[in-house]
């Protein structure tokens, strides 16, 4: 089994700051790909940010300038730093990874339980 821990979320002001953390633990070969989704209320979930194995990121416009995707792959962590919230940035915030549990099969990928982040005005 391939799990997906994630901590970090919360509720900030306009304007502060959150920092996001998912750690995947259980039995696997490598990871590649690792990302943030979200989804607010009545809305589809969609891509904020992603990792490759190499680093090369991909950040939506939303969030471009003002959020940091970041891994730290001893711990098999990826990280979102957020900085400079606004109430729009509201939404649970989904952990995504792209796992090879065995050397010479197929990736799939995980995701997350969620974490609630919520930005008042």
């Known amino acids: 089994q391939v799990q997906l821990v994630e901590s970090g979320g919360g509720l900030v002001q306009a304007g502060g700051s959150l920092r996001l953390s998912c750690a995947a633990s259980g039995t696997f070969f490598s990871i590649n790909a690792m990302g943030w989704y979200r989804q607010a209320p009545g809305k589809q979930r969609e891509l904020v940010a992603c990792?490759?194995?190499?680093?090369?990121?991909i950040y939506s416009d939303s969030v471009k300038g003002r959020f940091t995707i970041s891994r730290d792959n001893a711990k098999n962590t990826v990280y979102l730093q957020m900085n400079s919230l606004k109430p729009e940035d509201t939404a649970v915030y989904y952990c995504n990874a792209d796992v090879r549990r065995r050397y010479g099969t197929p990736a799939y990928d995980y995701w997350g339980q969620g974490t609630q982040v919520t930005v008042s005005s």
């Open positions: 990792i490759t194995s190499g680093s090369a990121t």
